[in-house]
């Protein structure tokens, strides 16, 4: 049971799988919701511009069914006639195209942000199988594809069907009109129709895009085997961790004992504590803490003080807030001058008095 436990997917994807999945370019993304954006988009834009496209077209087309007859059809002339009417042509519609691929850059950063990635462009050999292909056509995600396209398709038949249905004695009554009437009198229908696909195709794709991250969360959770592995890549295996830590306190122990020759004085509590101090009135601008312990180092500096001729002085109270307030290598509080000065002078008297 623990080991099935460990092979289910039940953890967050940590920030690392999150960036692997992006770099390989896979994202929560919608093209459903891609496609009702630009639908949009093109809608509204045709709305602020379509009277102006309108017009530039019917005068373009008017001009070359115009000219057509009288131009002589010569490669020259073919070549340059075509290059004027495309360039009027990009002219026209060129507004259209260029705000129609902004609307679809705008959507798409909207879902992922920016993203540039070649990794989906690799050819890989599974990509170009006819076994892999047909695998994917029938797979989950194939299905769940082909049952949103039905069910896209069923949803505007419907909303159709019941649009057409609530104004059907209008359009029998088109029967009876000619070819411009017919659009003339069912403008409103064909708004009240488009408005309502549009919609739907909108709600739609808001529910796809829910879906698609929902599936986007669910595919790249991590067992605990993965995270505990991923772990273990960034910080190290905690075994290895730990005994790389014992090895740096170790040394650093061993500099701390090595340095306890050099100090001035050692304050003791007598028997918990213990702090070697060193002080250079020339380059040093306050006594600095070269090494501190309790019980057994305490008692391993005492000795090793002894064994280099380092003063042992006990002082209870200013042993125990040394030990406290300064860290080994730091320099002491000026709360605590006072009361090192005086065992240092102290200290120094002894010195000179040897001397």
Known sequence: MAEESSQEKTEQATPKRREEARKKGQVARSSELSSVAILMSGILILGALGSYMYTKLSTFMVDVLSNASFVELTLINITVILETWFKQYLWIVGPLIILLVLSALIVNYAQVGILFTAEPL?????RISPLSGIKRIFSSKGLVELLKGLFKIAAVAIVTFFTIRAELEGVVSYMDLGVGQIFLSSGDLIQSLFFRIV???LIMALLD????RWDYEKNLRMTRQQVKEEFKQQEGDPLITARIRNLQREMSRKRMMDDVST???IITNPTHVAVALKYDIENMQAPLVL???????AERIKELGRQAGVPLVENKPLARALFKAVGIGDEIPEDLFKAVAQVLAFVFQLKQKDI
């Open 122 to 126: 690799i050819p890989k050999a599974n």
């Open 263 to 265: 100090a001035d004085v």
């Open 209 to 212: 895009y829910a879906f698609q």
């Open 291 to 297: 090494a501190k312990g309790q019980r057994l180092v």
């Open 199 to 201: 919609l739907l195709l």
